[in-house]
Nanobody
Framework: QVRLVESGGGLVQAGGSLRLSCAAS????????MGWYRQTPGKQRELVAT???????NYADSVKGRFAISRDNAKNTVYLQMNSLKPEDTAVYYC????????????WGQGTQVTVSS
């Protein structure tokens, strides 16, 4: 059983910053990819950023230069530092982890609301 607990969402003014955290717990020997996704009502969930166990990162074009993803492998935790936030960043943010050797391999957090006011 794997449990993901997210924290750090909230309300912020445009131009502000937030830091999201997602901690994975349970019987985990290794986590391959950790990532953040977001979803707004009526739209599909979209990728925000991912990071591999070795630290390689990938970002959506819309957040490049503003968001930074990082992870602490010892704590099975992934972070998303969000700077220069825009109203269009408003969404529910979900973390996802991929664990090798499991089926299905992907686990999702419960989501945390981020609201950016103009």
């Amino acid at each position: 059983q794997v449990r993901l607990v997210e924290s750090g969402g909230g309300l912020v003014q445009a131009g502000g910053s937030l830091r999201l955290s997602c901690a994975a717990s349970g019987t985990i020997f290794s986590i391959n990819v950790m990532g953040w996704y977001r979803q707004t009502p009526g739209k599909q969930r979209e990728l925000v950023a991912t990071i591999t166990h070795g630290g390689s990162t990938n970002y959506a074009d819309s957040v490049k230069g503003r968001f930074a993803i990082s992870r602490d492998n010892a704590k099975n935790t992934v972070y998303l530092q969000m700077n220069s936030l825009k109203p269009e960043d408003t969404a529910v943010y979900y973390c996802k982890v991929t664990i090798p050797g499991r089926w299905p391999p992907d686990y999702w957090g419960q989501g945390t609301q981020v609201t950016v006011s103009s």
